[in-house]
C-alpha cells in the first residue's frame, strides 16, 4: 500500500543553526507534499507545500526539496528559533484521489536556546 | 469564520460504550475527513466524504462509522468502544476542486477508553 516514512523521529538542535527533516514515498503517482506543523496540544497546521512540478520551493526560514526519481522531499529550517520546536509531519498526496493525503510518522524537533 | 471545529475536546468511556464525536465546518468545503493520532504512528485516515450524503473508508475504519447529512458537518460514531480506540481524533476538511488542496485541521478530540 501507500507509505510515507519520515527520519528523522526526533530531532535536537541549537537556536540559530539548521534543522533538515526527511521522507520518502512509495506511490509515484502522488503530485502533491504538504508540511504540517503541530504544537503541543494543538491542531495540525499547514507550514508549506511543494507539488511535483517544482522542485523547491521557499518561505522565510523554510524551504521544501523535491526529488522525484528518488521519490524523496526534504524539509529544511534555517536559524531555528524556539518556537520552532514542534513535531512535523510530511505528507504524500494519495493517487487514490479526493485530495486524501498518506501521513509520515511525524518527527519532533527540540530547538534549545 | 470559525473554521474546523470539533465536539466534544475530551471524553472518557468505558469499553462498550457508545459515543459520536461531531465536526463542524463553515467553509463550504467539500471533502471532508476523520484522522485518529497515536504515538509515533502520525495521521491516520479512518473515514473520509467527498460531499453531502457520501461516505467512504479510509486505512483504519473498523469499529466506527460517519454520517454526513449536512454539507458542513461530519460525525464519527463509536456503536462499542474498545481500549484501543483511546486516541486522538481530528477532523479536517477541504475544498473538492481539481487538484491538490490543503486539508484544514480541527483542534483535536482527546478520548481514552478504560
Known amino acids: 500500500g501507500e507509505n510515507v516514512e519520515q527520519h528523522p523521529s526526533t530531532l535536537s538542535v541549537q537556536e540559530g543553526d539548521s534543522a533538515v527533516i526527511k521522507c520518502t514515498y512509495s506511490?509515484?503517482?502522488?503530485?502533491?507534499f504538504p508540511w504540517y506543523k503541530q504544537e503541543l496540544g494543538k491542531r495540525p497546521q499547514l507550514i508549506i507545500d511543494?507539488?511535483?512540478?517544482?522542485g523547491e520551493k521557499k518561505d522565510q526560514r523554510i524551504a521544501v526539496t523535491l526529488n522525484k526519481t528518488a521519490k524523496h522531499f526534504s524539509l529544511h529550517i534555517t536559524e531555528t528559533q524556539p518556537e520552532d520546536s514542534a513535531v512535523y509531519f510530511c505528507a504524500a498526496r494519495s493517487s487514490g484521489g479526493y485530495n486524501k493525503l498518506i501521513f509520515g510518522a511525524g518527527t519532533r524537533l527540540a530547538v534549545h536556546p | 469564520n470559525a473554521g474546523v471545529t470539533q465536539t466534544p475536546k475530551f471524553r472518557v468511556l468505558k469499553t462498550g460504550q457508545s459515543m459520536t464525536l461531531l465536526c463542524a465546518q463553515d467553509m463550504n468545503h467539500e471533502y471532508m475527513y476523520w484522522y485518529r493520532q497515536d504515538p509515533g504512528m502520525g495521521l491516520r485516515l479512518i473515514h473520509y466524504?467527498?460531499?453531502?450524503?457520501?461516505?467512504a473508508k479510509g486505512e483504519v475504519p473498523d469499529g466506527y462509522n460517519v454520517s454526513r447529512l449536512k454539507k458542513q458537518n461530519f460525525l464519527l460514531g463509536l456503536e462499542s468502544a474498545a481500549p484501543s480506540q483511546t486516541s486522538v481524533y481530528f477532523c479536517?476538511?477541504?475544498?473538492?476542486?481539481?487538484?491538490?488542496?490543503?486539508?484544514?485541521f480541527g483542534p483535536g478530540t482527546r478520548l481514552t477508553v478504560l
Open positions: 511543494i507539488r511535483s512540478n517544482v
Open positions: 466524504s467527498v460531499g453531502e450524503g457520501t461516505t
Open positions: 479536517a476538511s477541504s475544498y473538492g476542486l481539481a487538484g491538490p488542496r490543503e486539508q484544514f
Open positions: 506511490d509515484s503517482a502522488s503530485n502533491y
